[in-house]
């Protein structure tokens, strides 16, 4: 077995039993994972290229996990951990960023030029990331579709399969999902300037 | 919102976005008819749904991907937090980012842990941890870091702790290493953090090298108190317990790191308590001697196997200078079963504290013999030891074998050829009598005195301080020890040439192993094993290569002797004792246990007597045995038996008080001998065949127990135990200040002060034995009496009183009486034991026995007859209370599981006015506190002892000291109550191999 497999794997059905705690456990393990298939990858790709990200997952899937001896909904349970792990990675960057800028000090912040999250995205990523938690208390299913889909980037046949659900309902669940994460963040918006 | 509210919003939401937008409003007028809030929701969602268009359709997984691929993350080096401006980055990972700060306010560095938003977004984990920080915060120790502030600025949490310069044992381990003293010194650290700790509910679970930092000035801090935990939902430890799962370091560099130092039951998931700390420790302990990990694996998979069921490698296999004891604190340390480990950080820091200092005496000991280190001997010093025997000393340097037979001329003549030879004399001969509590007299005289034992050459092979039994394997490559810790027995089996220890039975409560012996091919260990409070043991046969334990027989006697069980020449027969009800019968059989003969049977009820013992001569012509009788002393000797016929005769006219152990020299021309011929300690003796004649081997205040010997009798293998003591003075307010007083260890007991602030003590120390004085700065010791003990001084310091058995009229003491300078001895009266004075200098109590009872007695100074206190039960040692009203004593009402416990009686007698419930199977020695309000006595812990004080107008027992090691031998306060006298002091008990006994 490869490296990490068994304590990925136990992690994985630990969490798929309800252990919260495994998730903590499981994401720093995601996170390298996926960072050295990422590197990986670009380093490869030509600049501007686009990952195929589910390929990326899909890769780092089968490298942590033993699959074979898997049951089949801990492929789905490792696409939501490894969307959650890039979901605190963004977030955290984000908010760093977001505080660095603001934080106004004469020395200038030493940032990469090239870092993919603007400013911009940076707030608005918070904002996301907000809306979502609160999205997660009434309605968590929801949550985990934006989270596998616009962070996981899945499509909506994956996100399907990784929640056990029809693709049809996480259609009708995404659309519900959107409007309300969008009148979340609007609202949010007003209040901030006001 | 609550979710059945979103629910159905949602419903409503979702089937009018079903509908055409023409027939919304129609189907909204009639879902929210009654709901004006309801419609409200659901058109506000609609107009978002409508007004969203590509919001988070395109994926940020991309981003992501880049991000994490790219993701040196910028620094905040130079920003403000607070009040603290980052300056430095000290560590960053996946999950958390530490900074060197200053801090503003007070103008002080520390470090800055920014904690992971995510964490910080489960409110309950964070309360949780803020709870557990804070609790850590409160941990005022000076090996654990010290947390400043749990704080928050924006949206970003943090934690300041004290900046600490230096290197943590990782980075240390991949650069110089640690000598084992190093090693030693840290973990004693660790440990005291963890002690601290523990003791405030607190559990590390995350102790590796990576978490603990040593301060470029040796001081050792343990990082991450409570904030191990950190990525753990379960929490807070309540009681010291709490659940966890298999934790992974959060640090995605190092995933595996963490599972390396992880306890077993870290690595199966289960509940965890403190002692999860200890095996971590063990785990660091082990790489700092070896440079490597005890279990090494590549992934977590491969670890876990290991940590849960594998043993690690001998420290030996990686480490030349790691001391037994060494390996034995290892492996308590890393024992699986947690109940087998250190139960206390406490009791590890003892072990480590002990060690620590043994080497220390060592390394000084060394220093001394190697003035100059150009010398030959001067490079050999590591193994060098101190030899005693009976009329001489040697003192051996390095590898015997490079030496001539008389080290001693050689080290004599290094020192006068020395400079500073006189000074360096002086302190060699100290270092000497301070190492084998000899005279140095000996030494001086060894040459014009020729002796058989000349060259004796005695090395430790041990050094935990806790063996009881002790065999060497017939070709000498092998040594089976047993160690008796806290009552809890093992067998071990040391290899000589190469030091590996193996384990061969686990720690047990209420097991002990007698009579180790191996078999002659050496291919098995023989060991009795006495269980419970049984007296009869069972014969057992391990294989010494490895292998399961196979009972053999039941019921071998152990009763006085060790129950020897002793091969034949050709190893096809065994002899051994059997106990069967009141017969004991000295049996020959085969090894297999086939075609019992009975050579001596000794009836125990008729006359009390008994044999014990087999050796079986290598001539094969004779068993010797012991034959003995309870109850008296001075009573057992030593019997030949003919092995063809059963016929005994004697083996030597002396008669012993003890004899433990004993083994034939391989030319059948005698025997070696550990055995005690009065009340003193068990010593080598040579007893020639078949003249009798007794030769002492050693004489020395050591205990040697157990006697074994190679094939060709050019090695004995013994347990030497060995008892220090020292006198210590400290204000009575605070004995934790006392200082040492004297320099060299002897035998302090019996304390009490004059009034003219001497110190009055007993002691045993062999030819030297009596009652002394000296003073409280360590000078003017002087010898007043011999042969006597219990001595109490009278009010007015004028006289001592004291029990001797000169004087008696048989057995028992006589009470006497002499000047405080031990002039002009009077013997008062015959019977009487212990003695107090009262403080108005009229009486002298002491108790006398009678009959089946001891009775408190007064005998008036001034001269008379003595009257009668008591007149029921047994009173002994009596205290009298410095106010003159009562009389402290051990008290036992005799019957069935009688045991003494603490009596106060009024001045004038009678029955006890006070007992206390502090029962004691042995008699103890009592003190009044000087303000008469409570009666102190000794308590001993797990080798520890430490003084509790009884208020005796009741109340719990108040602990007066808080020593962490030694045993307590006696203590007084001074007249004016102001200072504290304490004679403590270690006791460990060594395998010792002795070469060139002849």
Same mark, same amino acid.
Not at chain 2, 868 to 879: H, M, S, V, Y
């Given at each position: 077995?490869?490296?990490?497999?068994?304590?990925?794997?136990?992690?994985?059905?630990?969490?798929?039993?309800?252990?919260?705690?495994?998730?903590?456990?499981?994401?720093?393990?995601?996170?390298?994972?996926?960072?050295?298939?990422?590197?990986?990858?670009?380093?490869?790709?030509?600049?501007?290229?686009?990952?195929?990200?589910?390929?990326?997952?899909?890769?780092?899937?089968?490298?942590?996990?033993?699959?074979?001896?898997?049951?089949?909904?801990?492929?789905?349970?490792?696409?939501?951990?490894?969307?959650? $792990?890039?979901?605190?990675?963004?977030?955290?960057? &984000?908010?760093?960023?977001?505080? $660095?800028?603001?934080?106004?000090?004469?020395?200038?912040?030493?940032?990469?030029?090239?870092?993919?999250?603007?400013?911009?995205?940076?707030?608005?990523?918070? $904002?996301?990331?907000? &809306?979502?938690?609160?999205?997660?208390?009434?309605?968590?299913?929801?949550?985990?579709?934006?989270?596998?889909?616009?962070?996981?980037?899945?499509?909506?046949?994956?996100?399907?399969?990784?929640? &056990?659900?029809?693709?049809?309902?996480?259609?009708?669940?995404?659309?519900?999902?959107? $409007?309300?994460?969008?009148?979340?963040?609007?609202?949010?918006?007003?209040?901030?300037?006001? | 919102?609550?979710?059945?509210?979103?629910?159905?919003?949602?419903?409503?939401?979702?089937?009018?976005?079903?509908?055409?937008?023409?027939?919304?409003?129609?189907?909204?007028?009639?879902?929210?008819?009654?709901?004006?809030?309801?419609?409200?929701?659901?058109?506000?969602?609609?107009?978002?749904?409508?007004? /969203?268009?590509?919001?988070?359709?395109?994926?940020?997984?991309?981003?992501?991907?880049?991000?994490?691929?790219?993701?040196?993350?910028?620094?905040?080096?130079?920003?403000?937090?607070?009040?603290?401006?980052?300056?430095?980055?000290?560590?960053?990972?996946?999950?958390?980012?530490?900074?060197?700060?200053?801090?503003?306010?007070?103008?002080?560095?520390?470090?800055?842990?920014?904690?992971?938003?995510?964490?910080?977004?489960?409110?309950?984990?964070?309360?949780?941890?803020?709870?557990?920080?804070?609790?850590?915060?409160?941990?005022?120790?000076?090996?654990?870091?010290?947390?400043?502030?749990?704080?928050?600025?924006?949206?970003?949490?943090?934690?300041?702790?004290?900046?600490?310069?230096?290197?943590?044992?990782?980075?240390?381990?991949?650069?110089?290493?640690?000598?084992?003293?190093?090693?030693?010194?840290?973990?004693?650290?660790?440990?005291?953090?963890?002690?601290?700790?523990?003791?405030?509910?607190?559990?590390?679970?995350?102790?590796?090298?990576?978490?603990?930092?040593?301060?470029?000035?040796?001081?050792?801090?343990?990082?991450?108190?409570?904030?191990?935990?950190?990525?753990?939902?379960?929490?807070?430890?309540?009681?010291?317990?709490?659940?966890?799962?298999?934790?992974?370091?959060?640090?995605?560099?190092?995933?595996?790191?963490?599972?390396?130092?992880?306890?077993?039951?870290?690595?199966?998931?289960?509940?965890?308590?403190?002692?999860?700390?200890?095996?971590?420790?063990?785990?660091?302990?082990?790489?700092?001697?070896? +440079? #490597?990990?005890?279990?090494?694996?590549?992934?977590?998979?491969?670890?876990?196997?290991?940590?849960?069921?594998?043993?690690?490698?001998?420290?030996?296999?990686? !480490?030349?200078?790691?001391?037994?004891?060494?390996?034995?604190?290892?492996?308590?340390?890393?024992?699986?079963?947690?109940?087998?480990?250190?139960?206390?950080?406490?009791?590890?820091?003892?072990?480590?504290?002990?060690?620590?200092?043994?080497?220390?005496?060592?390394?000084?000991?060394?220093?001394?013999?190697?003035?100059?280190?150009?010398?030959?001997?001067?490079?050999?010093?590591?193994?060098?030891?101190?030899?005693?025997?009976?009329?001489?000393?040697?003192?051996?340097?390095?590898?015997? +074998?490079?030496?001539?037979?008389?080290?001693?001329?050689?080290?004599?003549?290094?020192?006068?050829?020395?400079?500073?030879?006189?000074?360096?004399?002086?302190?060699?001969?100290?270092?000497?009598?301070?190492?084998?509590?000899?005279?140095?007299?000996?030494?001086?005289?060894?040459?014009? #005195?020729?002796?058989?034992?000349?060259?004796?050459?005695?090395?430790?092979?041990?050094?935990?301080?806790?063996?009881?039994?002790?065999?060497?394997?017939?070709?000498?490559?092998?040594?089976?020890?047993?160690?008796?810790?806290?009552?809890?027995?093992?067998?071990?089996?040391?290899?000589?040439?190469?030091?590996?220890?193996?384990?061969?039975?686990?720690?047990?409560?209420?097991?002990?192993?007698?009579? =180790?012996?191996?078999? #002659?091919?050496?291919?098995?260990?023989?060991?009795?094993?006495?269980?419970?409070?049984?007296?009869?043991?069972?014969?057992?046969?391990?294989?010494?290569?490895?292998?399961?334990?196979?009972?053999?027989?039941?019921?071998?006697?152990?009763?006085?002797?060790?129950?020897?069980?002793?091969?034949?020449?050709?190893?096809?027969?065994?002899?051994?004792?059997?106990?069967?009800?009141?017969?004991?019968?000295?049996?020959?059989?085969?090894?297999?246990?086939?075609?019992?003969?009975?050579?001596?049977? /000794?009836? =125990?009820?008729?006359?009390?007597?008994?044999?014990?013992?087999?050796?079986?001569?290598?001539?094969?012509?004779?068993?010797?045995?012991?034959?003995?009788?309870?109850?008296?002393?001075?009573?057992?000797? =030593?019997?030949?038996?003919?092995?063809?016929?059963?016929?005994?005769?004697?083996?030597?006219?002396?008669?012993?008080?003890?004899?433990?152990?004993?083994?034939?020299?391989?030319?059948?021309?005698?025997?070696? =001998?550990?055995?005690?011929?009065? *009340?003193?300690?068990?010593?080598?003796?040579?007893?020639?065949?078949?003249?009798?004649?007794?030769?002492?081997?050693?004489? *020395?205040?050591?205990?040697?127990?157990?006697?074994?010997?190679?094939?060709?009798?050019?090695?004995?293998?013994?347990?030497?135990?060995?008892? !220090?003591?020292?006198?210590?003075?400290?204000?009575?307010?605070?004995?934790?200040?006392?200082?040492?007083?004297?320099?060299?260890?002897?035998?302090?007991?019996?304390?009490?002060?004059?009034?003219?602030?001497?110190?009055?003590?007993?002691?045993? /120390?062999?030819?030297?034995?009596?009652?002394?004085?000296?003073?409280?700065?360590? !000078?003017?010791?002087?010898?007043?009496?011999?042969?006597?003990?219990?001595?109490?001084?009278?009010?007015?310091?004028?006289?001592?009183?004291?029990?001797?058995?000169?004087?008696?009229?048989?057995?028992?003491?006589?009470?006497?009486?002499?000047?405080?300078?031990?002039?002009?001895?009077?013997?008062?009266?015959?019977?009487?034991?212990?003695?107090?004075?009262?403080?108005?200098?009229?009486?002298?109590?002491?108790?006398?026995? !009678?009959?089946?009872?001891?009775?408190?007695?007064?005998?008036?100074?001034?001269?008379?007859?003595?009257?009668?206190?008591?007149?029921?039960?047994?009173?002994? #040692?009596? +205290?009298?209370?410095?106010?003159?009203?009562?009389?402290?004593?051990?008290?036992?009402?005799?019957?069935?599981?009688?045991?003494?416990?603490?009596?106060?009686?009024?001045?004038?007698?009678?029955?006890?006015?006070?007992?206390?419930?502090?029962?004691?199977?042995?008699?103890?020695?009592?003190?009044?506190?000087?303000?008469?309000?409570?009666?102190?006595?000794?308590?001993?812990?797990?080798?520890?002892?430490?003084?509790?004080?009884?208020?005796?107008?009741?109340?719990?027992?108040?602990?007066?000291?808080?020593?962490?090691?030694?045993?307590?031998?006696?203590?007084?306060?001074?007249?004016?109550?102001?200072?504290?006298?304490?004679?403590?002091?270690?006791?460990?008990?060594?395998?010792?191999?002795?070469?060139?006994?002849?």
């Amino acid at each position: 077995m490869a490296s990490s497999q068994v304590e990925v794997t136990q992690l994985l059905l630990d969490w798929g039993n309800g252990d919260k705690a495994a998730l903590d456990k499981l994401v720093p393990v995601v996170y390298q994972e996926l960072r050295r298939l990422a590197r990986h990858y670009m380093r490869r790709e030509r600049p501007g290229h686009t990952l195929q990200t589910s390929a990326l997952v899909n890769e780092a899937y089968m490298r942590l996990v033993d699959y074979e001896h898997m049951r089949w909904q801990s492929r789905a349970h490792f696409f939501a951990v490894a969307a959650q $792990a890039m979901r605190r990675i963004l977030v955290e960057h &984000a908010r760093k960023r977001h505080f $660095a800028k603001r934080g106004g000090s004469a020395i200038r912040v030493s940032f990469d030029e090239a870092a993919m999250v603007s400013e911009k995205q940076a707030a608005d990523l918070i $904002a996301l990331d907000d &809306a979502l938690t609160s999205l997660e208390a009434i309605d968590p299913r929801k949550s985990r579709i934006v989270e596998l889909r616009y962070i996981g980037g899945l499509n909506i046949e994956e996100t399907a399969e990784a929640l &056990a659900i029809s693709p049809a309902t996480v259609q009708r669940e995404w659309r519900s999902a959107k $409007a309300w994460l969008y009148r979340e963040i609007k609202q949010g918006e007003t209040i901030d300037e006001a | 919102m609550r979710p059945d509210r979103w629910r159905q919003i949602d419903e409503i939401f979702q089937a009018a976005l079903d509908r055409v937008p023409a027939e919304r409003a129609g189907f909204l007028d009639h879902a929210c008819k009654s709901d004006p809030s309801l419609r409200r929701e659901v058109e506000s969602l609609i107009d978002s749904a409508e007004n /969203a268009g590509s919001f988070i359709e395109d994926p940020v997984f991309k981003e992501a991907a880049e991000l994490v691929a790219n993701s040196e993350t910028e620094s905040l080096v130079g920003r403000q937090l607070g009040p603290y401006t980052m300056t430095a980055v000290l560590g960053s990972g996946g999950m958390g980012e530490v900074y060197l700060a200053q801090d503003g306010r007070l103008g002080r560095r520390v470090a800055l842990k920014l904690l992971p938003r995510y964490f910080t977004e489960d409110e309950q984990r964070l309360r949780r941890f803020q709870q557990e920080a804070r609790a850590a915060s409160a941990l005022n120790h000076p090996n654990i870091i010290t947390i400043f502030e749990i704080g928050q600025v924006d949206s970003i949490r943090f934690l300041a702790t004290e900046y600490i310069e230096g290197e943590t044992i990782r980075q240390r381990l991949s650069g110089a290493g640690f000598t084992v003293r190093e090693a030693l010194d840290i973990a004693i650290q660790i440990a005291s953090a963890l002690h601290a700790a523990h003791q405030a509910g607190i559990i590390h679970r995350d102790i590796k090298p990576e978490n603990i930092m040593i301060r470029s000035d040796g001081y050792v801090k343990v990082l991450d108190f409570g904030l191990a935990k950190l990525p753990d939902t379960h929490g807070v430890p309540e009681n010291t317990e709490s659940p966890t799962a298999p934790q992974v370091d959060t640090d995605p560099g190092t995933v595996l790191g963490t599972v390396n130092y992880m306890s077993p039951e870290q690595a199966r998931g289960s509940t965890l308590d403190s002692r999860t700390d200890l095996f971590s420790l063990g785990v660091v302990l082990y790489e700092m001697i070896t +440079a #490597r990990p005890p279990f090494e694996g590549k992934t977590a998979g491969e670890l876990i196997p290991l940590i849960v069921s594998k043993e690690p490698p001998p420290l030996a296999r990686y !480490s030349n200078e790691a001391p037994d004891a060494l390996q034995w604190i290892v492996t308590k340390a890393l024992r699986k079963d947690r109940e087998e480990r250190y139960q206390t950080a406490r009791d590890m820091m003892v072990d480590l504290r002990r060690l620590k200092q043994e080497l220390e005496f060592e390394a000084a000991r060394a220093q001394v013999i190697t003035p100059n280190t150009g010398d030959p001997i001067a490079t050999q010093t590591r193994a060098q030891d101190v030899i005693d025997t009976g009329d001489r000393q040697v003192i051996r340097t390095g590898d015997a +074998a490079a030496l001539t037979t008389s080290s001693t001329e050689v080290i004599l003549s290094e020192i006068k050829r020395h400079k500073k030879g006189a000074a360096l004399a002086a302190i060699l001969l100290m270092a000497i009598v301070v190492g084998a509590g000899l005279w140095l007299n000996k030494l001086v005289n060894q040459r014009a #005195r020729p002796t058989p034992f000349q060259t004796m050459q005695l090395a430790p092979f041990t050094a935990i301080g806790k063996a009881a039994e002790a065999a060497i394997s017939p070709d000498g490559k092998y040594v089976a020890y047993a160690i008796d810790d806290e009552g809890q027995q093992s067998l071990w089996l040391k290899q000589a040439a190469t030091g590996s220890n193996v384990s061969l039975t686990p720690p047990a409560v209420g097991t002990r192993y007698r009579g =180790l012996t191996f078999s #002659r091919d050496g291919n098995y260990l023989y060991y009795l094993k006495r269980e419970g409070g049984n007296t009869r043991a069972a014969l057992y046969q391990i294989p010494t290569l490895g292998g399961e334990p196979r009972k053999m027989i039941d019921d071998v006697s152990t009763d006085n002797t060790p129950g020897i069980v002793a091969f034949s020449p050709d190893g096809k027969q065994m002899a051994l004792v059997r106990s069967a009800g009141v017969t004991r019968s000295l049996l020959v059989m085969n090894v297999d246990g086939s075609g019992e003969r009975n050579l001596v049977t /000794a009836e =125990l009820a008729a006359k009390g007597q008994f044999v014990a013992g087999a050796a079986w001569s290598p001539d094969n012509k004779t068993i010797a045995c012991v034959r003995g009788a309870f109850g008296f002393t001075r009573s057992v000797t =030593l019997l030949a038996v003919n092995v063809a016929d059963g016929v005994e005769r004697s083996f030597s006219s002396e008669r012993w008080a003890r004899i433990n152990a004993f083994a034939w020299l391989p030319d059948a021309s005698g025997m070696i =001998l550990s055995a005690a011929r009065a *009340d003193g300690p068990l010593q080598l003796w040579h007893v020639a065949y078949p003249s009798g004649e007794v030769h002492r081997i050693t004489n *020395d205040l050591n205990h040697y127990f157990g006697v074994s010997l190679t094939t060709d009798g050019s090695t004995l293998v013994t347990v030497q135990k060995n008892a !220090s003591s020292y006198l210590w003075i400290g204000p009575s307010a605070e004995p934790a200040r006392a200082e040492r007083a004297t320099a060299e260890s002897n035998d302090y007991d019996q304390l009490c002060w004059t009034p003219d602030g001497r110190i009055i003590f007993v002691s045993a /120390a062999g030819d030297n034995s009596g009652i002394w004085s000296i003073k409280p700065d360590g !000078s003017g010791k002087t010898q007043l009496t011999a042969n006597a003990a219990f001595p109490a001084v009278s009010a007015d310091g004028r006289y001592i009183y004291f029990s001797s058995e000169r004087g008696a009229d048989g057995p028992g003491h006589a009470l006497w009486r002499m000047e405080s300078d031990g002039g002009h001895p009077t013997v008062l009266l015959s019977g009487a034991e212990t003695a107090a004075c009262t403080p108005d200098g009229k009486w002298v109590i002491y108790s006398a026995r !009678s009959d089946r009872n001891i009775f408190l007695w007064k005998l008036p100074t001034a001269g008379g007859e003595p009257a009668r206190l008591t007149d029921k039960d047994i009173a002994e #040692r009596p +205290a009298v209370s410095p106010d003159g009203k009562f009389i402290a004593c051990n008290y036992l009402i005799p019957g069935p599981n009688g045991q003494f416990r603490i009596a106060i009686i009024s001045i004038s007698g009678g029955e006890p006015v006070k007992i206390f419930d502090v029962p004691s199977f042995a008699i103890r020695e009592l003190r009044w506190t000087p303000d008469s309000h409570a009666i102190t006595y000794v308590d001993t812990r797990r080798s520890v002892s430490n003084l509790l004080a009884q208020p005796i107008d009741g109340g719990a027992p108040k602990q007066l000291t808080d020593f962490q090691s030694d045993y307590i031998y006696s203590w007084s306060w001074s007249g004016d109550g102001k200072q504290l006298a304490i004679a403590r002091g270690a006791q460990t008990s060594d395998v010792v191999l002795i070469r060139d006994f002849r």
